[in-house]
């Protein structure tokens, strides 16, 4: 079974930096895509970040130079770092697996980011 669990979620002021992690059960996670979404209430998950089993990595323009996403296979987990945050970067950031063959994707529960002063 798969399951996914974010945490590092929280309120910061505008200008500051957060690190979400999301931590996967499971062995397969060193062979899966990894992706970071986020959602605001009213609006479609958005997709913010990508990164392949070999460590490739994509960003949505909105985060570029601003957003790290990385992994680290021996703990089964995936990070993004978050730094220059801006209030239009408040939402709920979720963390998703892809499965490598059956191509089903499992989501962790979401953790919420609040950019405010």
């Known amino acids: 079974q798969v399951q996914l669990v974010e945490s590092g979620g929280g309120l910061v002021q505008p200008g500051g930096s957060l690190r979400l992690s999301c931590a996967v059960s499971?062995?397969?996670?060193?062979?899966?895509?990894m992706r970071w979404y986020r959602q605001v209430p009213g609006k479609e998950r958005e997709l913010v970040a990508a990164?392949?089993?070999?460590?490739?990595?994509n960003y949505v323009d909105a985060v570029k130079g601003r957003f790290t996403i990385s992994r680290d296979n021996a703990k089964n987990t995936v990070y993004l770092q978050m730094n220059s945050l801006k209030p239009e970067d408040t939402a709920v950031y979720y963390c998703?697996?892809?499965?490598?063959?059956?191509?089903?994707?499992?989501w962790g529960q979401g953790t919420q980011v609040t950019v405010s002063s």
């Open positions: 998703k697996l892809t499965h490598p063959s059956s191509r089903r994707e499992y």
């Open positions: 499971g062995s397969i996670f060193s062979i899966s895509v």
């Open positions: 990164i392949a089993s070999g460590g490739t990595t």
